[in-house]
């Protein structure tokens, strides 16, 4: 049975979500309505081709495979945009693509008709049936300009998802004040991304209760080490539970 199946057998009850990850920064969110969010998907090997980055962890799905709602993009570079994917499950009807604009101009260079494409402006609130999000700060510096964080208010909850990003929290108050539940952030500290302690710190300045490192072991350049960020997440957010999901992985909150 494929990744995909067993995502679909999974009964969310209400007032919950489900949360896989599909490995580097890619994650698939299930409410109990059945609506499928997915984040920042890099399924092809695409990196290797246009950059030598080449894969050590297998995809655990296929693009055709992915069926969703929304695809959420918190930025352009293609281990989050995946160039070879994106056409292959945008194709499908009644999935829409929400992202900064430079994913919309990337995502029309690849030929996605507009009407799917979902502009993302910090700060600026958007309204779903079962859901709401909003754009918040990211740093990710020079390598890329306008990316964004996100926060999915699910009504019983609030997710925080911090995209690619430094450690800013004296810009990143509109996150903090949410006072999200759920923290989702990157631990690699290269490339202008959070060190294992400072997500460890932006856990804490959150209050999050439960935090998913992301972005480590799919290449050899990222680096990433997940035990150090638990070790640091028990020092400075003891509260905090430390998910460390294997890829396609999940687990359903609470």
Known sequence: MSLVDKIKEVIIP???IGIWWLGQAGFIIKMSSDEVIIIDVYLSDCCERIHGFKRITQSPLKAEELEGSLVIVTHAHYDHFDIDSVPIFMDK???KLAGPESVIN???????NRAKLILLQEGKEIGFKKFKLLPVYSDHGNLAPDALGFILDFNYFKLYFTGDTAYRPEKMKLAIQNKPEIIILPINGKFDNLTPVQAAKLAKDVKAKVSIPCHFWTF?????NPLAFSKALKKYTPGCESKILSV???FIYP
């Open 14 to 16: 209400e007032g919950s």
């Open 93 to 95: 009807p009644d999935i």
């Open 106 to 112: 990337e995502s029309l260079k690849l030929g996605i």
């Open 220 to 224: 050899i350049e990222h680096n990433g």
């Open 248 to 250: 396609g992985e999940g």
